[in-house]
């Protein structure tokens, strides 16, 4: 591996989505769709809203 290399974890998301909890501000990822074309789509960005509505 090199710098700028890029690693592809195929279906991976039911491991790496398991964070539920923005403790101490620790933003959640967003969440993105690498396409065979090489096109990148973010499908879902978390922001101060999604923080703020989980607040009881």
């Known amino acids: ?3 700028g ?3 592809v974890f195929d ?3 039911h491991y790496t989505m398991v964070k539920t909890t923005t403790f ?3 933003k959640h990822p ?4 690498l396409h065979t074309d090489g096109q990148i789509e973010t499908v879902r960005v978390f922001g ?4 703020r509505d989980r607040l009881s």
């Open 1 to 3: 591996l090199v710098v």
């Open 5 to 7: 290399d890029v690693l």
């Open 11 to 13: 279906d991976m998301a």
């Open 24 to 26: 101490n501000g620790v």
């Open 30 to 33: 967003s969440i993105a769709l």
């Open 48 to 51: 101060y809203a999604d923080f």
